[in-house]
């Protein structure tokens, strides 16, 4: 009996101990923060008053860290990728006319991608090796899969991507589509002189002293 009264006694003061260093914190938090592809975790800890063993629940929290490089790449990986490249002429008073309103249209389809031939920075090697006296004998657009279309046909196929290919679908037609081509080889033949402007010869060679300018004083004077 003395035994066993000693034995309880110390089981008693063993588990009162053991309870007391509980007590402290009703119930502990951590947080573990892992790469910002994880949104991090918080462990709540709660001790049970029989056992003294850890009961936990795992609550994500809401707001998580954004990483901007991340989003942008995301964002970038997004965007609507362009069905067809238009290549225009933006010296062309009447060209901008059609080219202002497609892109208008383009807002809600953006599937367009406009290429101006006249900037500085247009580069033949990023538009299917087309330099600048080519596109400028024609109309040119290329297709998504390089692919590149002329004249008429180029122009249905841009006027199809704002859901306006109803204007050119007569042209699929023959003899439609071969008249219509035979009238814009004119009007594409004489363009410059209708809207004003020199000779194709001309043009190439002050963009050619142009480039020679630009080169020498690292800014356009002309």
């Known amino acids: ?32 923060h892992h790469s910002s592809s994880y949104p991090p975790k918080r462990f709540t800890f709660y001790p049970t008053s029989q056992t003294g063993k850890f009961m936990y629940s795992v609550r994500a929290i809401h707001k998580a860290i954004v990483d901007p490089v991340t989003t942008k790449k995301k964002n970038e990986e997004k965007s609507t990728p362009w069905k067809i490249k238009m290549l225009y002429d933006g010296d062309c008073p009447l060209c901008m006319r059609e080219v202002n309103m497609l892109r ?11 290429v ?10 990023e538009n299917q090796g087309l330099d600048y006296t080519t596109v400028m004998g024609r109309i040119h657009a290329i297709l998504s899969d390089g692919t590149i279309v002329t004249d008429v046909e180029a122009f249905r196929r841009l006027y199809e991507q704002v ?16 008249i219509a081509d035979v009238v814009y080889s004119f009007w ?32 356009c004077k002309m």
Request: aromatic share 10%.
């Open 188 to 219: 594409a033949k004489y363009r410059l002189q209708i809207t004003g402007r020199p000779p194709l010869e001309e043009i190439l060679v002050a963009r050619k002293k142009k480039g020679e300018v630009c080169n020498d004083n690292n800014t």
């Open 163 to 178: 859901g306006l290919g109803w204007v050119y679908a007569i042209t699929k037609y023959e003899p439609i589509g071969s």
């Open 116 to 125: 101006d031939i006249s900037s500085k920075d247009y580069s033949p090697e």
């Open 1 to 32: 009996m003395a035994i066993k009264g000693v034995v309880t006694a110390c089981n008693v003061a063993r588990r009162g101990s053991y309870q007391s260093s509980l007590s402290v914190p009703r119930y502990l938090t951590f947080r573990f």
């Open 104 to 114: 208008e249209r383009n807002k809600s389809y953006d599937t367009i991608k406009f």
